[in-house]
């Protein structure tokens, strides 16, 4: 089963995450930060990552700043999620790492669309 780490400071958009890709088979672990997602990362590399970019502590830029420094990280893809809609901040997420940047709220077909052509299981 391909996992997911979903990093979002709010609950309520984890847990719709969660029973959108948990539904569809995928195993799903939460952060609610960038912090707490490195840590979770380093023990165990997740097949995707779902990246707010506001969060306390660490955003998601930084996150994934970071986790792209880090060998284990260079392979996995990222789908960063924001209300964030402007240009400026689609182009930011990009320079961080992300593969993908989609804003709020998704849908939860399209979720699942990407999520899947990401993780390569299309068919």
Do not use: C
């Amino acid at each position: 089963m391909k996992q997911i780490l979903v990093i979002d400071d709010a609950a309520t958009v984890r847990l719709y995450h969660r029973n959108i890709l948990e539904s569809a088979g995928y195993g799903v672990d939460e952060a609610i930060n960038g912090i707490e997602a490195l840590e979770k990362a380093l023990v165990k590399p997740y097949d995707l990552y779902i990246v707010d970019v506001n969060m306390p502590k660490l955003d998601g830029y930084g996150f994934l700043k970071e986790f792209r420094h880090q060998e284990y990280a260079l392979q996995s893809p990222a789908i960063m999620v924001s209300t964030e809609a402007g240009e400026h901040d689609r182009m930011l997420g990009y320079a961080a790492g992300a593969n993908l940047y989609l804003t709020k709220p998704i849908k939860p077909n399209d979720l699942l669309s990407y999520a899947r052509l990401l993780l390569g299981d299309v068919a």
